[in-house]
T-cell receptor, first 115, second 113 residues
């Protein structure tokens, strides 16, 4: 059973470009969480999605950031017009229906560098 | 918003030593979680705690859910080189309606040669 997959693992963008980060949850998991980690920091919650629904986006910046989890395919975190401050590691976690906090499994992350 | 204070920030120890780190919060937590993150990887859950006073072990690791529900500690006994990494405390605050996790800033464990 494959774990949570994220791609790309590393992404370099110039200021003003768009970044698309993908997350494929574990098989059988229908909940996806996105977290951002700055250097020397812990992970900070961004958004919680179920299939085709955003449940909680309270941690996501209001502008330039969006997330989706379509019926088919991976969850996408999209950052438009990236700025240097967007450079960070972005992790997604997935959990099954009815799972609690201890059933979130994390992917390896996408490290975004904005030049 | 809720914050977790994790200490120490870094530890430099000799192989074989015991390690202790802790985490405190300003609000009550439902669940305490301890994760380890290796370089270039995502966090991996080590121990989950669900009840005040609960003491749980996983091999050489032991963690406790504080009685006040505002703190937790993690101990590692007889450290070995593969214990090197970043240890995060995390949890679910009582007032959270969903399963989003709040993380501490991590304790960076280094083992001296």
């Amino acid at each position: 059973n494959a774990g949570v997959m994220q791609n790309p693992r590393h992404l370099v963008r110039r200021r003003g470009q768009e970044a698309r980060l993908r997350c494929s949850p574990m098989k059988g998991h229908s909940h996806v969480y996105w977290y951002r980690q700055l250097p020397e920091e812990g992970l900070k919650f961004m958004v919680y999605l179920q299939k085709e629904n955003i449940i909680d986006e309270s941690g996501m910046p209001k502008e330039r950031f969006s997330a989706e989890f379509p019926k088919e395919g991976p969850s996408i975190l999209r950052i438009q017009q990236v700025v240097r401050g967007d450079s960070a590691a972005y992790f997604c976690a997935s959990s099954p229906v009815g799972g609690g906090t201890d059933t979130q499994y994390f992917g390896p992350g996408t490290r975004l560098t904005v030049l | 918003g809720q914050q977790l204070n994790q200490s120490p920030q870094s530890m430099f120890i000799q192989e074989g030593e015991d390690v202790s780190m802790n985490c405190t919060s300003s609000s009550i937590f439902n669940t305490w979680l301890w994760y380890k993150q290796d370089p270039g990887e995502g966090p991996v859950l080590l121990i989950a705690l669900y009840k005040a006073g609960e003491l749980t072990s996983n091999g050489r690791l032991t963690a406790q859910f504080g009685i006040t529900r505002k703190d937790s500690f993690l101990n590692i006994s007889a450290s070995i080189p593969s214990d090197v990494g970043i240890y995060f405390c995390a949890g679910q605050p009582l007032m959270n309606r969903d399963d989003k996790i709040i993380f501490g800033k991590g304790t960076r464990l280094h083992i001296l040669p």
